[in-house]
């Protein structure tokens, strides 16, 4: 996956981590939440996301508070593996390519191997802090029991990404909140158009 777009995956892919062991398993947070999450690149501005996760319906929607992709929502359904940007202004979706294949990835661990680091409080919650290592890339996450992420960053020769909840709250999200408005069109975009839209161009 190259960075340009796992600047916006990573605002919305939740990881957890399982017992300690050499590779630990990823799966999704177990109730539902919602959250305000920091998103830095090396060179670039730093942007802030609103995050909601529906874990009956397992989707993730993200919005952007600010920069190159303000008011843009993006909505992640993990069961599909697919995602839709929302262009309120057009009325329309577009779909956004080769979702699936990362998300096969990111929720299999990938040969990921873990290793405990401790705890930490982020966000008013404690999370336990792991080092992940795969061939050519390392990072770190910090993982709630409950399977929520709080922070986490990483590198590999694309790039680099960091993400940090600067909120986090235990709430019951409406199942209306990650759908498209009804009546919108599906239409497609060059791929240069589609990174501008999620701040990811460069």
């Avoid at 916006?8 to 892919?13: A, T």
């Amino acid at each position: 996956m190259r960075y340009r777009w796992g600047a916006w995956i990573g605002v919305l892919i939740w990881i957890a981590a399982g017992p300690a062991r050499a590779a630990v398993p990823m799966f999704l947070p177990d109730h539902d939440i919602a959250g305000t999450y920091r998103l830095s690149q090396p060179g670039k501005p730093s942007t802030t996301w609103r995050v909601r996760y529906s874990a009956g319906a397992e989707i993730a929607r993200a919005r952007s508070l600010d920069g190159a992709a303000a008011g843009t929502v993006i909505l992640l359904n993990m069961r599909s593996r697919n995602a839709i940007i929302v262009l309120d202004q057009m009325h329309a979706v577009v779909a956004v390519p080769g979702v699936g294949a990362v998300l096969d990835r990111v929720l299999t661990g990938d040969g990921a191997q873990f290793t405990p680091l401790g705890h930490a409080q982020i966000a008013g919650h404690e999370c336990a802090r792991y080092l992940v290592l795969k061939r050519g890339a390392a990072g770190s996450v910090c993982l709630t029991r409950h399977g929520v992420l709080l922070a986490g960053q990483g590198h590999d020769q694309q790039g680099a990404v960091r993400i940090t909840a600067l909120s986090v709250q235990d709430a019951v999200q409406p199942v209306g909140a990650f759908a498209p408005p009804p009546g919108y069109s599906q239409i497609t975009l060059p791929p240069a158009m589609l990174a501008q839209l999620l701040g990811a161009s460069g």
